[in-house]
């Protein structure tokens, strides 16, 4: 069912993108869909998702997902753009593969998600896809007699699910074809990709199979109502029939292979998402059937009890979660992200000597792992050491500088400072990235306009602007 509230967010994202687009080129130029163009697309288009949808992008889970993300490029070859990986809040079935790199990923998907290597395929499948061009093969090939139409069709390829019939609404009125779903060959090229790839990262390329099993399931249970992404991803029968062919001829070597069944950072990444995304009686009950299963074997049940302790710590329930992450970290006492969680766990309970002496211990013992340097500078803050609390929220920035929230807690260090324009700086950066150009426009101004803001912080705030006008185009 669509509520006026979620008619309301769709109907505000279709106005945006189509601003964005029908201003951007003129209306022969869909025809010719550069390389430039694309990346050009991509960008607005980004932006025009994080304004629609929240993203599930803590440090960890994004540092995790870019790790994948970067091991198939590696065995990729060279690339015509910078890829981007991205956790959306929404549980349809849905990924998509948006133009000049951009990956998004529902959390609906990854919770039909059992392994490292299923996940794997799929992002290897769409990386297959933008490697290939394939998107700008349907764009240029398509019926878009102008940006607009193109714009609807994204849209739609982005949103899908409950967006759906308003977005359709629009394509209606404009008379124009919304058909950006992939090709058989398309398909097919972009499953032979994955495969390949999975074999030279030593991933087991069953779980591709075993994949589009589960989407071959989905699309019969819900024949009905497709979910977005078998619309644009269609035949899940004849490209696992494929799959299965490409296994037998392999059958001999792959049975000699000894791939890593070690899905711990899966199933920590994965939970991490559901317990935020995913209504907390339905997780429970998940979670305690698992943990009860003595077929699921030790991993899958005692990372079970770490989803458990992921609901008590966001039920403010500190004992039980620190009781439940203590038996996790018993089972896993070599996996140092552990240790961060503890001092998160810590940390909300108000146990805050305690959680600074962990945090500090997790930072030392990683110091690329920014979940940690965050937690801890967010502890700092909070307990007036501004100064060594910028210093660890710096470091995040430069490591992951699309992370929003780190600019907000920048910005409010430097408010607590009486730094007017700095503070007006970072809060326009932490708008930009979430999407909400007017805000960060207004911010970036009134940073330009205090005459002590840093030579630095000038430079990149004219930059920031000029790239929001150019979003604006």
């Not at 779980?207 to 078998?230: F, N, V």
Request: with cysteine.
């Amino acid at each position: 069912m669509v509520t006026e509230k979620m008619k309301r967010v769709c109907r505000n994202c279709l106005i945006w993108i189509l601003l964005l687009f029908t201003s951007s080129y003129p209306a022969n130029s869909v025809a010719a869909f550069s390389i430039g163009s694309e990346r050009e697309v991509g960008e607005k288009l980004l932006y025009s998702v994080r304004a629609a949808f929240p993203l599930v992008d803590d440090p960890d889970i994004s540092q995790y997902l870019t790790r994948l993300g970067t091991s198939v490029l590696a065995v990729a070859g060279v690339q015509y753009f910078d890829y981007h990986f991205f956790v959306v809040d929404n549980k349809e079935f849905n990924a998509f593969a948006a133009p000049s790199g951009l990956l998004f990923f529902y959390s609906g998907l990854i919770a039909t998600m059992q392994s490292e290597d299923e996940l794997v395929s799929v992002l290897a499948h769409e990386v297959g896809h933008i490697a290939k061009r394939h998107l700008a093969e349907r764009i240029e090939k398509g019926t878009y007699t102008s940006i607009a139409s193109l714009g609807l069709a994204l849209a739609a390829l982005a949103f899908g699910g409950a967006a759906t019939p308003v977005l359709l609404t629009g394509a209606l009125a404009t008379g124009q074809s919304m058909n950006l779903h992939f090709s058989r060959q398309h398909e097919e090229e972009a499953d032979l990709l994955a495969y390949g790839w999975m074999k030279k990262m030593n991933r087991n390329p069953e779980a591709q199979a075993t994949m589009l099993e589960s989407m071959r399931r989905i699309a019969r249970y819900r024949s009905d109502q497709l979910p977005q992404y078998l619309l644009t991803h269609p035949n899940p029968e004849a490209r696992l029939h494929s799959i299965q062919s490409l296994l037998d001829i392999d059958r001999q070597t792959l049975d000699r292979q000894n791939f890593s069944e070690d899905d711990f950072d899966f199933l920590r990444f994965k939970y991490r998402i559901l317990s935020r995304t995913q209504e907390a009686r339905s997780f429970r009950l998940h979670l305690k059937r698992i943990a009860a299963d003595e077929e699921a074997g030790n991993g899958a049940r005692t990372m079970a009890g770490y989803g458990l302790a992921l609901l008590a710590h966001g039920e403010n329930d500190h004992d039980q979660a620190l009781r439940r992450l203590e038996a996790v970290r018993t089972a896993y006492p070599e996996k140092m992200i552990l240790l961060t969680d503890l001092g998160a766990f810590l940390f909300a309970a108000g146990r805050l000597s305690e959680a600074e002496k962990v945090l500090r211990q997790a930072v030392q013992a990683d110091g690329n792992e920014m979940y940690a340097a965050f937690t801890l500078a967010r502890l700092l803050s909070r307990t007036g050491r501004g100064g060594e609390a910028e210093e660890y929220f710096l470091r995040v920035s430069y490591e992951l500088p699309e992370y929003a929230k780190v600019y907000f807690e920048l910005g409010q260090l430097a408010a607590d400072r009486r730094e007017r324009g700095m503070a007006s700086f970072f809060l326009g950066k932490y708008n930009l990235y979430e999407g909400k150009l007017t805000l960060a426009e207004e911010h970036l101004r009134a940073a330009l306009g205090d005459r002590h803001l840093p030579l630095q912080q000038l430079r990149e705030g004219k930059e920031l602007l000029e790239q929001i006008v150019r979003l604006r185009k």
